[in-house]
């Protein structure tokens, strides 16, 4: 039987919770958020949104279907969002060391260990998760060997500069030009634009946007306070006075309502998981979608110009907003979540539709 090495989580209000180390042997600091979906953990680590943050899966048993083959379509992974793992370190309850998947090519501990990860297991990770809920997100400390890091904040950090692409990539040879300003764009993001007949032109986060040409502008997710994102807040500011259609999710969303001259704030802990509830604004229509952020617009604060498009029903967050007049909108969860629910994948076809009604009135 393989023998495991102790390894701590310390988080800022004191507590500790010691477990064995089944990833990189090493410590490391970050925010410690958690996430309730029962699976989904490739996708999971390699979203850019967990940039410098702690995870905290309260699924009981973790790793039992390995980690999926690195095949590429259109130069992306078909099974996972990015081409890195993000997180900083992940925190398990019980670790399935055996592993059996059609797809899977080797375990969850190995993939943490190329990736100089280090993964805990055999903490309560549900206590975790209820003192972070009362307390809110908390920054943490993985500490292996008695070495302890510093604290680290990553919010203070732009962390987008940190996952956007470094120069323009385009994907696909579509009759629809989209412009996808990158955040830290999850990949299932471009299949979804790609399998709607695009061309996805990919360019960083602080690209002057006015040099392109384009039908759509799309606005990724990404980590982090979204008012470290200046550049792309300023270039949206200019994308506003015209009337080309414009489809932000998640840090898109935030970054489109400070461009309208809203706010934002960091909420108490986020939501991140599966299964989170939220109904379209106006009507009796709710979804169940897949999210993942920290931070919301504050309703209030939204100009005569926009309106809130959906709300969390668990808090009554924002979840979205539309322009009264132009074709702009938004989410704060994720339509092409993968893993997770598809029920708002329609909202790429009316994004679509929004393109082709902007060409015929020329």
């Not at 602080?206 to 306070?225: A, R, V």
């Not at 909420?267 to 979804?287: C, I, W």
Request: glycine share 8%.
């Amino acid at each position: 039987m393989m023998e495991y090495k102790k390894i701590r989580l310390k988080l800022e209000d004191g507590n500790e919770f010691e477990g064995y180390s089944f990833g990189y042997e090493g410590s490391t600091a970050g925010e410690v958020v958690f996430n309730t979906a029962m699976t989904g953990y490739p996708e999971s680590l390699t979203d850019p949104s967990y940039r410098g943050q702690i995870l905290v899966l309260t699924y009981p048993i973790v790793g039992n279907y390995g980690v999926p083959n690195e095949e590429e379509e259109n130069n992306m992974f078909l099974f996972f969002e990015s081409h890195t793992l993000h997180i900083s370190a992940l925190i398990i309850s019980d670790y399935s060391a055996e592993y059996s998947h059609w797809n899977a090519q080797k375990s969850l501990g190995d993939w943490l260990k190329e990736n100089k990860i280090p993964g805990i297991f055999g903490v309560d990770t549900r206590h975790i998760t209820k003192l972070l809920r009362e307390k809110g997100s908390m920054l943490g400390k993985v500490i292996f060997n008695n070495e302890e890091p510093e604290w680290y904040d990553p919010n203070q950090d732009n962390l987008v500069e940190q996952v956007t692409v470094k120069k323009k990539e385009v994907y696909g040879n579509g009759k629809h030009r989209i412009l996808l300003i990158d955040c830290g764009v999850k990949y299932n993001i471009i299949r979804y634009l790609l399998e709607r007949d695009t061309t996805v032109i990919r360019v960083p986060y602080n690209h002057d946007i006015t040099k392109e040409e384009y039908d759509g502008l799309f606005i990724s997710n990404g980590p982090g306070d979204p008012k470290l994102c200046k550049a792309t807040i300023d270039q949206l500011a200019v994308a506003y006075g015209k009337d080309t259609p414009i489809f932000g999710i998640c840090l898109g969303n935030q970054l489109m309502a400070l461009a309208a001259a809203a706010d934002t704030y960091k909420l108490k802990y986020g939501h991140r998981s599966h299964n989170q509830p939220v109904l379209q604004a106006g009507t009796n229509t709710a979804y169940i979608t897949s999210q993942n952020h920290g931070f919301a617009i504050d309703n209030d604060t939204l100009g005569k110009d926009w309106e809130p498009l959906f709300i969390n029903l668990n808090d009554n967050t924002n979840e979205g907003m539309k322009h009264r007049s132009k074709p702009f909108f938004s989410t704060q969860f994720h339509p092409e979540a993968s893993g997770g629910p598809t029920d708002t994948a329609h909202l790429f076809d009316e994004f679509i539709a929004m393109i082709e009604a902007s060409k015929q009135q020329g």
